[in-house]
């Protein structure tokens, strides 16, 4: 079984907004801190945002505050990053992540498959 899966990537223009999913069973999802994570071609995987077991506290990554926010929702098991005002340079395949610390890539422990998003001018 597939501890998460990531949806809603697509293709969008510009400016235009997406809101990812990721759906995780009850025993991956709780009590754990979650992630994103985008990669683009030739790039490294980048953090894009986090939030924890309880979803107190968030973070983001410079680049993309006041653009992008993450959220869980216990009832469904699943969380949710929005992200608005959409550019070129977004385009990655995005990864969501679970069991680790903020931007600290190597410390989450399962990984989704990645949902692709592609932003045209």
């Known amino acids: 079984q597939v501890p998460l899966v990531e949806s809603g990537g697509g293709l969008v223009q510009a400016e235009g907004s997406l809101r990812l999913s990721c759906a995780a069973d009850?025993?991956?999802?709780?009590?754990?801190?979650m992630g994103w994570f985008r990669q683009a071609p030739g790039r490294e995987r980048e953090f894009v945002a986090a939030i924890t077991w309880n979803g107190r506290s968030t973070s983001y990554v410079d680049s993309m505050k006041g653009r992008v926010a993450i959220s869980r929702d216990v009832a469904k098991n699943t969380n949710y990053l929005q992200i608005n005002g959409l550019k070129p340079e977004d385009t990655a395949v995005y990864y969501c992540?679970?069991?680790?610390?903020?931007?600290?890539?190597?410390?989450?422990?399962?990984w989704g498959q990645g949902t692709q998003v592609t932003v045209s001018s």
């Open positions: 992540a679970v069991g680790g610390t903020t931007d600290q890539v190597n410390s989450y422990t399962a």
């Open positions: 009850a025993r991956t999802f709780s009590s754990k801190n």
